[in-house]
């Protein structure tokens, strides 16, 4: 009976890792970081940087604007031009140009080239990997918000706007680009997931970001100035997820509106921050049934 040749295992000189395992934690968190960083392109080439710094210069640009107004004028005006709380949805395009580009960059990447069973290989759950491309893009976009709130507040501190009155309005816009930036982040994700082809996910996350934002401002103004209805118009509001988010900021945050309607009474702000954490944990629920069908092989 002849023997079976058996299988060798070769050293083909790769240097051994003989360092401390740090688990789960810990490529989470690495993840999320590298995911950050590639948002703004980071860590990657100078063209992959130019789209986002060029939105972030853009984005500050009217809040820059603003400070030089208000210290031209603060002695007339006796305050910013323009209200914090306003300024998320004055910048609408540019917030969803921003998440057109960089949610797909975020994710049809990693699934057009095949690299997600990469990750899965590790000691890896899909949940974390979800909680870090989702984290890392909100916290993104809350940056993006965050610089020009805090460039319109140096601005009113150098015009001796009252400090403490400044400083209360700019935390709650802060809280309130929070939930903008959770809202839309996982929206974006949502979308990007569907496909590993990045154009079509940038068409639809301007599609469903910026056209619906038009289309029901739209409706809400024929509905409460033509029919006179302001209820209805204001309930429209709950379609588009930019006015769904103001009318969450409005009723909970005492925020100055831009929507043409803000949510009808107190029945409908109750609807407003409901529906608002139901669309995040409606994405964040769907963001983890796309990665189980991921296949890791």
């Keep these: 009976m002849t023997e079976q040749p058996s299988g060798v295992i070769h050293d083909i000189g790769y240097r051994k890792y003989d360092g401390p395992r740090l688990g789960r934690a810990r490529?989470?968190?690495?993840?999320?970081?590298?995911?950050?960083?590639?948002?703004?392109g980071l860590g990657r080439s100078a063209r992959a940087k130019v789209l986002p710094m060029?939105?972030?210069?853009?984005?500050?640009?009217?809040?820059?604007?603003i400070a030089v107004i208000t210290n031209v004028?603060?002695?007339?005006?006796?305050?910013?031009?323009?209200?914090?709380?306003?300024?998320?949805?004055?910048?609408?395009?540019?917030?969803?140009?921003f998440l057109a580009a960089q949610a797909p960059a975020s994710l049809s990447r990693d699934l057009r080239?095949?690299?997600?069973?990469?990750?899965?290989?590790?000691?890896?759950?899909?949940?974390?990997?979800?909680?870090a491309k989702y984290g890392a893009l909100a916290t993104a976009v809350f940056l993006l918000l965050t610089l020009p709130l805090l460039i319109m507040y140096v601005g009113a501190l150098l015009a001796e706007l009252p400090a403490g009155e400044q400083t209360g309005d700019l935390l709650l816009a802060l809280l309130g680009a929070a939930v903008f930036a959770v809202v839309f982040a996982g929206i974006g994700l949502v979308i990007a997931s569907l496909t590993p082809?990045?154009?079509?996910?940038?068409a639809a996350i301007i599609t469903v970001l910026a056209l619906s934002f038009a289309a029901v401002s739209a409706l809400q103004g024929i509905?409460?100035?033509?029919?006179?209805?302001?209820?209805?118009?204001?309930?429209?509001?709950?379609?588009?997820?930019a006015t769904l988010v103001d009318g969450f900021q409005t009723w909970v945050l005492d925020?100055?509106?831009?929507?043409?309607?803000?949510?009808?009474?107190a029945a409908g702000g109750v609807v407003y921050v409901l529906v608002t954490f139901a669309v995040i944990g409606a994405c964040w629920a769907l963001l983890n049934l796309r990665y189980r069908k991921v296949a890791v092989s």
Excluded at 30 to 37: G, K, N, P, T, V
Excluded at 197 to 202: A, C, P
């Design 27 to 40: 490529v989470t968190r690495a993840l999320y970081a590298h995911s950050l960083r590639g948002a703004y």
């Design 223 to 241: 509905i409460r100035y033509e029919v006179g209805d302001a209820d209805l118009a204001g309930w429209l509001g709950l379609l588009s997820p």
């Design 113 to 131: 080239f095949k690299t997600v069973p990469l990750y899965f290989s590790r000691p890896m759950e899909r949940s974390d990997y979800v909680l």
């Design 73 to 97: 004028t603060s002695d007339i005006t006796g305050g910013l031009p323009l209200p914090y709380s306003r300024y998320v949805m004055v910048t609408m395009p540019i917030l969803a140009i």
């Design 197 to 202: 082809r990045r154009g079509f996910g940038v």
């Design 255 to 265: 925020a100055s509106s831009s929507s043409v309607a803000p949510p009808p009474g």
């Design 54 to 65: 060029l939105l972030l210069g853009v984005m500050a640009l009217p809040a820059f604007i």
